[in-house]
Nanobody
Framework: QVQLVESGGGSVQAGGSLRLSCVAS????????MAWFRQTPGKEREGVAS??????????DSVKGRFTISQDSQDNIKKTLDLQMNSLKPEDTAMYYC???????????????????WGQGTQVTVSS
């Protein structure tokens, strides 16, 4: 089992910055991938960025150069997953979710169905 607790998000004007955090807790991390997804009403959930256990990262084309994903180990059973979002645009407005999966080492974001564990979501609103 993995518990994911998100924080951050909020409202910001276009061009501004926000930082999302997600604390992942589990007994054994092993080989995993953590990711951020986002979703707007009526649309499918889309991958934003991902990071593998070895630190390699992947980004959606729409956020490359603006968003940075990172992870930090708090102790043996907790890791923090962060998403630094700069130069935000109105089209970045969405509910953002952190996600976790075990499996072969892979830094590709993948699709929502690849992930078994999800955070509760945090809203990001960017006004023009």
């Amino acid at each position: 089992q993995v518990q994911l607790v998100e924080s951050g998000g909020g409202s910001v004007q276009a061009g501004g910055s926000l930082r999302l955090s997600c604390v992942a807790s589990t007994e054994t991390f092993g080989t995993y991938t953590m990711a951020w997804f986002r979703q707007t009403p009526g649309k499918e959930r889309e991958g934003v960025a991902s990071i593998a256990a070895d630190g390699r990262t992947s980004y959606a084309d729409s956020v490359k150069g603006r968003f940075t994903i990172s992870q930090d180990s708090q102790d043996n059973i907790k890791k923090t997953l962060d998403l630094q979002m700069n130069s935000l645009k109105p089209e970045d407005t969405a509910m953002y979710y952190c996600a976790f999966r075990w499996g072969p080492l892979s830094w590709a974001v993948g699709v929502p169905g690849d992930y078994k564990y999800w955070g509760q979501g945090t809203q990001v609103t960017v006004s023009s």
